[in-house]
């Protein structure tokens, strides 16, 4: 049986401001990680390694990342009138910062 190639194996590259999409600006992020643990939460780019995603945050917001954690979210059956639909698959990171440096999102 032949071997799948692995997405992250592409010659893509990113630059930061492809590989961010947009803060996850909800409740939960904000109290529980953003105020105790000076963790923020991104939508990011599905190839985008954690190299990555550190590199573009220290570029776009001009701080220090200490650590990078990642979740590959599946998509979920959402029922529609034509039928049953898929909503799309994303990536999320949640980025911890060193604890001198803050990001005002929100």
Known sequence: MPRCKD????KLTLEPYQI???????????????EKK?????????LASKTDIKAAIETLYDVKVVRVNTQNRGG???RTR???????SWKKAMVTLDQEHRLDLY
Request: proline fraction near 3%; charged fraction near 25%; hydrophobic fraction near 30%.
């Open 7 to 10: 997405v992250t194996d592409t």
């Open 76 to 78: 979920k059956k959402r």
């Open 82 to 88: 034509n039928g049953v639909g898929v909503t799309r």
């Open 38 to 46: 000076n963790t923020y939460t991104f939508e990011v780019h599905k």
């Open 20 to 34: 961010i999409i947009r803060p996850i600006v909800t409740e939960k992020a904000f109290h529980n990680s953003a």
